[in-house]
T-cell receptor
Framework: QKEVEQDPGPLSVPEGAIVSLNCTYS??????FMWYRQYSRKGPELLMY????GNKEDGRFTAQVDKSSKYISLFIRDSQPSDSATYLC?????????????FGGGTRLMVKP | DAGVIQSPRHEVTEMGQEVTLRCKPI?????LFWYRQTMMRGLELLIY????????DSGMPEDRFSAKMPNASFSTLKIQPSEPRDSAVYFC???????????FGSGTRLTVV
């Protein structure tokens, strides 16, 4: 079992839809979780990070962690075509200093105008 | 700030040849990471440095891979000899010691034929 897993998609939604992207992780000791966005032929860029359980909101984006089920979610409200990208979840699986991130395989999102 | 700069952007080489990938981290960032991304395996951490010192190279796949950081503004990843299975996008990333945000470069797309 991979330490961090995602459905690869692609996920196709109409503009304006609410998008839910999900990730599962295997080790209950993981404490920090990040979401990265990667546009085609670019490097990943950090969207949000969250600690432990609960929600964190930043504009149209909300990150949610459910430690009881080892489930991480990213919600995008009022999705835009510019949100079309691959979304990767990550966690520092070997140290909590964040120096060794393990990434999920990524979910490709397509937002249709 | 120019961000993390990688060169070359694309490299095509023949099997058996030596390949050197280069990275200039963001000034003031004291951590530097080399990742490899493939469709099959996703993003994998190869090695990371702190203050120019290699800290963990457990992700380096074979002795054919080596990485150096002679000073705070330059790092190289070398593959010698290269093999077709080394074909991937290689990313360099850097961060400060505070927080969890890595900044990735745009990557080097390596094709070994």
């Amino acid at each position: 079992q991979k330490e961090v897993e995602q459905d690869p998609g692609p996920l196709s939604v109409p503009e304006g839809a609410i998008v839910s992207l999900n990730c599962t992780y295997s080790n209950s000791a993981f404490q920090y979780f990040m979401w990265y966005r990667q546009y085609s032929r670019k490097g990943p860029e950090l969207l949000m990070y969250t600690y432990s359980s609960g929600n964190k909101e930043d504009g149209r984006f909300t990150a949610q962690v459910d430690k009881s089920s080892k489930y991480i979610s990213l919600f995008i409200r009022d999705s835009q075509p510019s949100d079309s990208a691959t979304y990767l979840c990550a966690s520092p699986t070997r140290d909590n200093a964040g120096n060794m991130l393990t990434f999920g395989g990524g979910t490709r999102l397509m937002v249709k105008p | 700030d120019a961000g993390v700069i990688q060169s070359p952007r694309h490299e095509v080489t023949e099997m058996g040849q030596e390949v050197t990938l280069r990275c200039k981290p963001i000034s003031g960032h004291d951590y530097l990471f080399w990742y490899r991304q493939t469709m099959m395996r996703g993003l994998e951490l190869l090695i990371y440095f702190n203050n120019n010192v290699p800290i963990d190279d457990s992700g380096m796949p074979e002795d054919r891979f080596s990485a150096k950081m002679p000073n705070a503004s330059f790092s190289t990843l070398k593959i010698q000899p290269s093999e077709p299975r080394d074909s991937a996008v290689y990313f360099c990333a850097s961060r400060t010691g505070v927080g969890y945000g890595y900044t990735f470069g745009s990557g080097t797309r390596l094709t070994v034929v």
